[in-house]
């Protein structure tokens, strides 16, 4: 739990920084008027999702590709909370970062199987060597 809430610490920060960066930069406009009080809950729920995610990603017991599922689906609602603590001025339709994060989610997922099968590979290797090694011992 103590881990939980050091990387919380530290999403949140991120998170807030570039949350009102943006919204700095939307008031450029005279006609826009965005209130704090959805940035901050907004920034919470976004850190709590995000800090969530990055553990069930990071979780190295289950299946790897159901923790991947998982964590997107942890991510999900963020699109949600953008567009409640923005209104339509930051994009107006909600499926265009889905989009992005489709693409982003299938990017990472080709890692991920790239990586267990790379790690499939080593451990028959290693398994091999000790195979031979232990017939090696016996004669």
Same mark, same amino acid.
């Given at each position: 739990?103590? *881990?939980?809430?050091?990387?919380?610490?530290?999403?949140?920060?991120?998170?807030?920084?570039?949350?009102?960066? *943006?919204?700095?930069?939307?008031?450029?406009? $005279?006609?826009?008027?965005?209130?704090?009080?959805?940035?901050?809950? &907004? &920034?919470?729920?976004?850190?709590?999702?995000?800090?969530?995610?990055?553990?069930?990603?990071?979780?190295?017991?289950?299946?790897?590709?159901?923790?991947?599922?998982? &964590?997107?689906?942890?991510?999900? $609602?963020? $699109?949600?909370? *953008?567009?409640?603590?923005?209104?339509?001025?930051?994009?107006?339709?909600?499926?265009?970062?889905?989009?992005?994060? *489709?693409?982003?989610?299938?990017?990472?997922?080709?890692?991920?199987?790239?990586?267990?099968?790379?790690?499939?590979?080593? !451990?028959?290797?290693?398994? !091999?060597?000790?195979?031979?090694?232990?017939? !090696?011992?016996?004669?």
């Amino acid at each position: 739990m103590k *881990l939980f809430f050091k990387k919380f610490s530290i999403v949140f920060t991120i998170t807030s920084i570039s949350i009102y960066l *943006l919204a700095l930069g939307l008031m450029r406009r $005279p006609d826009i008027v965005i209130p704090v009080r959805p940035l901050f809950w &907004g &920034g919470i729920f976004i850190s709590l999702s995000i800090t969530l995610a990055m553990t069930v990603f990071k979780k190295t017991w289950g299946n790897g590709v159901f923790n991947v599922i998982l &964590g997107y689906l942890i991510m999900a $609602p963020i $699109p949600l909370f *953008l567009r409640w603590m923005y209104g339509t001025y930051l994009f107006r339709r909600s499926f265009a970062i889905y989009i992005l994060g *489709l693409i982003y989610a299938i990017g990472y997922s080709l890692v991920i199987l790239y990586a267990s099968l790379r790690n499939k590979k080593t !451990e028959d290797h290693l398994n !091999e060597m000790l195979k031979s090694n232990q017939a !090696e011992k016996e004669k």
